[in-house]
């Protein structure tokens, strides 16, 4: 599940991937807009800005806005960010593995080859999910 504060972070990101190139957005209207409390939104676009999803001017005209193309962020991005592994256990986890303490021996856990297969099909699912797919959609 979407903690929300990875859903406000995807909301944010697709208001600003709707503005792509076309100039800032200050973080009044996009919490104005996306329904969004502004004190967690500068939270969450200081971190998408940690991260280098976004860049921020100060000034008239200042802003916030995307560093990348919408095609490039998708939501498996934002999820790993705000709330870690897409895996559903350590074991499985492409950039969060850690060795299960009540398993004996991975080759032969007969969970591990089902949860493997879940979580390529989410990751997938999340990967072709870009900024870009949700402003079409």
């Given at each position: 599940?979407?903690?929300?504060?990875?859903?406000?972070?995807?909301?944010?990101?697709?208001?600003?991937?709707?503005?792509?190139?076309?100039?800032?957005?200050?973080?009044?209207?996009?919490?104005?807009?996306?329904?969004?409390?502004?004190?967690?939104?500068?939270?969450?676009?200081?971190?998408?800005?940690?991260?280098?999803?976004?860049?921020?001017?100060?000034?008239?005209?200042?802003?916030?806005?995307?560093?990348?193309?919408?095609?490039?962020?998708?939501l498996a991005d934002?999820?790993?960010?705000?709330?870690?592994?897409?895996?559903?256990?350590?074991?499985?986890?492409?950039?969060?593995?850690?060795?299960?303490?009540?398993?004996?021996?991975?080759?032969?856990?007969?969970?591990?080859?089902?949860?493997?297969?879940?979580?390529?099909?989410?990751?997938?699912?999340?990967?072709?999910?870009?900024?870009?797919?949700?402003?079409?959609?």
């Amino acid at each position: 599940m979407l903690s929300k504060k990875c859903k406000y972070a995807l909301k944010a990101m697709v208001c600003l991937a709707r503005n792509y190139q076309k100039g800032n957005l200050t973080t009044g209207f996009i919490a104005e807009k996306e329904n969004i409390p502004k004190k967690f939104l500068e939270q969450i676009l200081l971190e998408l800005k940690r991260w280098k999803l976004v860049n921020s001017k100060q000034g008239i005209g200042g802003g916030y806005y995307l560093l990348k193309n919408p095609t490039e962020v998708n939501l498996a991005d934002l999820y790993r960010i705000f709330d870690g592994p897409i895996a559903l256990t350590p074991c499985v986890s492409i950039n969060y593995y850690e060795k299960c303490d009540d398993c004996l021996d991975e080759a032969t856990c007969y969970l591990r080859k089902q949860l493997i297969e879940i979580r390529d099909k989410t990751r997938e699912s999340m990967i072709e999910a870009t900024l870009d797919s949700f402003i079409k959609d």
